[in-house]
């Protein structure tokens, strides 16, 4: 499939984080895609992604650029949005584990943990059973977060056991030092309405699936 102006236009938040990685996958899925730094570049935008990074200085970012209020807006007016990892954070309704002058935007019913899987587990890779998928996505987290708690609009695409992903036995959960939490599988992949969000990164790896979700959900969205 190549872009034409027919197909939806993908901004990417490029403020912070992997935004070209996100631009790259859209373009390889068939999307049209651009980098949003400023208020004016949500002009003829149709949905966001929100990449990985760093969520306390994306929030900060947000603030400064001015670009808070206006995607706030579009969002509130339901505007199809992809969150990542520190994206997914901003995204949530409620952050735990946060600093407490971080803002999300609220577009999905959910509560996630900054940094859940433990600092002594900064990154892993996990194949991921995904719903609609026949074969496992194998799925990229970095420091990443997982969601804690789903209101009843919010459907869990795929979930990860904490305890398989601890390489070293002694490991612990920064917020669970006892380890009594982390036999529980976690949701990592999770959508409602036009919002989506996932606790790894599909923009690192050449699977470009979970971007065709997303673009579905556009596509659904805009044809309404
Ligand atoms: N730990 C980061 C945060 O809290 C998220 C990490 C990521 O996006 N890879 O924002």
Redo the contacts with the bound molecule.
């Keep these: 499939m190549t872009a034409s102006d027919s197909q939806p236009l993908i901004g990417v938040v490029a403020l912070q984080?992997a935004a070209a990685e996100h631009v790259a996958a859209f373009r390889r899925a068939g999307a049209r895609s651009v980098e949003i730094r400023v208020s004016a570049d949500l002009d003829g935008v149709d949905a966001v992604a929100l990449p990985?990074?760093?969520?306390?200085t994306?929030s900060h970012l947000l603030g400064t650029s001015g670009l808070f209020e206006p995607l706030a807006e579009r969002l509130a007016g339901g505007m199809p949005a992809f969150g990542?990892?520190?994206?997914m954070?901003l995204l949530a309704s409620e952050v735990l584990d946060g600093r407490p002058d971080q803002r999300c935007f609220g577009a999905i019913d959910i509560s996630v943990r900054?940094?859940a899987f433990g600092r002594q587990v900064a990154s892993f890779e996990a194949p991921l059973d995904t719903e609609g998928f026949d074969e496992p996505f194998e799925a990229v987290f970095?420091?990443?977060?997982w969601v804690e708690r789903t209101g009843s609009s919010v459907e869990v695409l795929a979930t990860v056991s904490p305890r398989s992903t601890l390489q070293d036995a002694s490991a612990t959960c920064a917020h669970d030092p006892d380890g009594l939490e982390q036999h529980h599988p976690v949701p990592v992949l999770c959508r409602s309405g036009s919002i989506l969000v996932s606790s790894f990164?599909p923009e690192l790896t050449a699977d470009d699936r979970i971007h065709q979700i997303f673009l579905d959900m556009v596509g659904a969205s805009v044809a309404r």
């Design positions: 984080g990985g990074g760093e969520s306390t994306m990542t990892c520190a994206g954070i900054r940094n970095i420091r990443a977060p990164h």
